[in-house]
């Protein structure tokens, strides 16, 4: 058997179970599926796919931009107290819409 080295990586644990259901589904092991990708790389002398920049719409980029504003305090969430309130808020909307 030849010698091995160790890598060790630091991932989200969902994103791992995630891979491990993926992988295990075609019988083979996260390790195994890191060695194909590290051999493919080797072969294509780079990434063995064309990375890309997701492209999202502009109503999903300005959710997202959003979402990032809250999380930073820049924009106070909406909050609401029930499912009634936050439909009437949706009608509201739809009728300046």
């Known amino acids: ?3 091995t080295a160790n890598i060790n990586l630091r991932i989200e644990p969902d994103i791992k179970a995630q891979a491990e259901a993926v992988f ?6 996260v390790t195994d599926a890191i060695n194909v990708f590290l051999h493919a790389s080797i072969m294509e002398g780079g990434f063995p796919f ?16 959003e979402a990032r504003d809250i999380m930073a305090g820049k924009v106070k969430a909406k909050r609401y107290s029930s499912l009634n309130d936050i439909l009437a808020d949706m ?6 819409n």
């Open 50 to 65: 064309q990375p890309k920049q997701p492209r999202y719409n502009r109503e999903t980029v300005m959710a997202m931009q």
């Open 24 to 29: 295990s589904s075609l019988g083979i092991s």
């Open 1 to 3: 058997m030849p010698k």
């Open 91 to 96: 009608d509201a909307k739809d009728a300046h």
